[in-house]
Structures are given as structure tokens and as C-alpha cells.
């Protein structure tokens, strides 16, 4: 009766989806086959070893609590903030509003970086940090404040 049509709206779609699954392919499940083919030649004993590691739960401990932080933190001051910003007119606002996209903007290893020269010993927060004895590079609460600064503009945004 009517003819359908077949033609794409996207010249091209066929060639950047294979694309794109090549690269999910090759980022993502190369590395994880590999990781299954290493776990399948492990006995449960040895693997029951490798999780109860001592090195292994420190690093479960730091992960989970510095990621229990800072949720915590984007929770509340996220929220905090995406109501300020959405019902309040106030100078710096649109400063506000595009810093909070800041995070997007920078690789995340800049943002390590330039997290890790702020708050180290000698930089502009770590030094005046130093007098309260708070230590916040190489810690989990430094891990925390990474988590928190490249996650809170998901809370502020949505």
C-alpha cells in the first residue's frame, strides 16, 4: 500500500555505531574478558585470599568511606546549591552556574592535579590546612574531596 521508507536521517549511522562498538569492544570488554579468564584459573581459596587481603579491605574501607563523604557532601550542599541557583537572582549567579560545570570541562586528571597542588602542604588551602593538623593529599579525605568535586555538578544539574 505505502511505501516505507529506509533511508537514515543520519548519513553515515551504520559506520559511527560500528565504530562505537569497536571501541566499547576494545575499552570495556577486553579488559574485563581478561579479568574473567584470570578469575577461571583461580581456585575459590585463592580467590577467597585475593579479596581478604589486608592491602585488599584497606582498599575497600578507603574507597567506601570517602565515597560515603562524599555523597554525603553532594547531597546536601548539592542540593543546597540547584535550589539557590534555580530561585534566587544574585550577583555572580551565572559565575556560580558555570562553575558548577567546571568539573565537565576538565580532564580529570587536571583536576587531580590541580586538587593535589591546592590542598598539598605548601598550596594555597594545604598551608593554611597544616595549622589545624589536617592532612588532606594522600588521604581519604583528599580522595573524598575529588569524588565530591567531580560529582556535584550531577546533583546541581538534575
Same mark, same amino acid.
Given at each position: %500500500?505505502?511505501?516505507v521508507s529506509t533511508k537514515r536521517v543520519l548519513p553515515g549511522f =551504520?559506520?559511527?555505531l560500528g565504530t562505537s562498538l569497536l571501541f566499547v569492544c576494545l575499552i570495556l570488554l577486553l579488559p574485563l574478558s581478561?579479568?574473567? %579468564? @584470570?578469575?577461571? @584459573? %583461580?581456585s575459590w581459596a585463592q580467590y577467597w585470599d585475593v579479596v581478604t587481603n589486608p592491602q585488599v579491605v584497606a582498599a575497600y574501607k578507603v574507597t567506601l568511606l570517602s565515597a560515603f563523604v562524599a555523597s554525603i557532601f553532594n547531597g546536601v550542599f548539592g542540593l543546597l546549591m540547584a535550589w539557590i541557583l534555580t530561585r534566587y537572582r544574585f550577583p555572580g549567579r551565572t559565575l556560580l552556574d558555570a562553575l558548577m560545570d567546571l568539573p565537565f570541562a576538565l580532564? =580529570?586528571?587536571v583536576a587531580g592535579l590541580t586538587l593535589a597542588s591546592l590542598f598539598s602542604v605548601n598550596g594555597l588551602y594545604g598551608e593554611w590546612?597544616?595549622?589545624f593538623d589536617i592532612k588532606v593529599t594522600y588521604t581519604w579525605l583528599g580522595i573524598a574531596v575529588a569524588m565530591a568535586f567531580t560529582s556535584?555538578?550531577?546533583?546541581v544539574r538534575t
Open positions: %500500500m505505502f511505501a =551504520t559506520l559511527s581478561a579479568l574473567v %579468564m @584470570q578469575l577461571a @584459573q %583461580m580532564p =580529570t586528571a590546612l597544616a595549622k556535584i555538578p550531577f546533583v
